[in-house]
């Protein structure tokens, strides 16, 4: 079992910065990827940014130049560097976790989301 822990999010105006964190703990050594998704209230949950233990990353298309992944093996921990942002980027943002380089299977490990709400 793996239990994430996420923190860093919060209101914000556009144009702003926030930086997310996620903490894992438990089964670590079983841990690969690490990364996120969001979900806005109107639409689905969607992939955002990936890094692996490596430090392989992986950005979907619409973030790429205003997110960056990072993240400190020796913390277990994965942050997601928000700029720029825009109302649109308002969503839950999750926290997940894979044994695989790649995120989104099934046995993936999620934490229990974090609030970003951008102001215009």
């Known amino acids: 079992q793996v239990y994430l822990m996420e923190s860093g999010g919060g209101l914000v105006q556009a144009g702003g910065s926030l930086r997310l964190s996620c903490a894992a703990s438990?089964?670590?050594?079983?841990?690969?990827?690490m990364g996120w998704y969001r979900q806005p209230s109107w639409k689905q949950r969607e992939f955002v940014a990936s890094i692996t233990r490596d430090g392989t990353t992986k950005y979907a298309d619409f973030v790429k130049g205003q997110f960056t992944i990072s993240r400190d093996n020796a913390k277990n921990t994965v942050y997601l560097d928000m700029t720029s942002l825009k109302p649109d980027d308002t969503a839950v943002y999750y926290c997940?976790?894979?044994?695989?380089?790649?995120?989104?299977?099934?046995?993936?490990?999620w934490g229990q989301g974090t609030q970003v709400t951008v102001t215009a």
């Open positions: 997940a976790t894979a044994a695989t380089p790649e995120l989104g299977a099934a046995s993936d490990y």
């Open positions: 438990g089964n670590i050594f079983s841990v690969n990827a």
